[in-house]
């Protein structure tokens, strides 16, 4: 069982850059596709990105396309999200979700959650 933890998120001003943390205590990381996740205040659960267990492939929301940079240390048990130039509507609490498939967008595929963290961005 993989139990996720996200760390990095706060307060940043638009321009800014953030790096999201996501750690898991499981055995079996490394058996697990990673993926980001973001809900705003009463709005669904949005895809950000995801990268397979490796990490030699990745895809990004269209939205942070060219922003935002998706790694993975399986020795560290760590998935990381790069967050550049950001912006007031990336404002959201991010999550990172295990799955088992490459690749889904859809929250209910992920196995495992962590309980996210709060990104804000603004002046």
């Known amino acids: 069982q993989e139990q996720l933890v996200e760390s990095g998120g706060g307060l940043v001003q638009p321009g800014g850059s953030l790096t999201l943390s996501c750690t898991s205590s499981?055995?079996?990381?490394?058996?697990?596709?990673m993926g980001w996740f973001r809900q705003a205040p009463g709005k669904e659960r949005d895809f950000v990105g995801t990268?397979?267990?490796?990490?030699?492939?990745?895809q990004l929301a269209d939205s942070v396309k060219g922003r935002f940079t998706i790694s993975r240390d399986n020795a560290k048990n760590t998935v990381y999200l790069q967050m550049n130039n950001l912006k007031p509507e990336d404002t959201a609490v991010y999550y990172c979700?295990?799955?088992?498939?490459?690749?889904?967008?859809?929250?209910?595929?992920?196995?495992?959650w962590g309980r996210g963290t709060q990104v804000s961005v603004s002046s």
């Open positions: 499981g055995h079996s990381f490394s058996r697990y596709v």
């Open positions: 990268i397979s267990w490796g990490g030699r492939r990745k």
């Open positions: 979700g295990a799955d088992q498939i490459w690749y889904s967008k859809v929250p209910t595929s992920y196995d495992y």
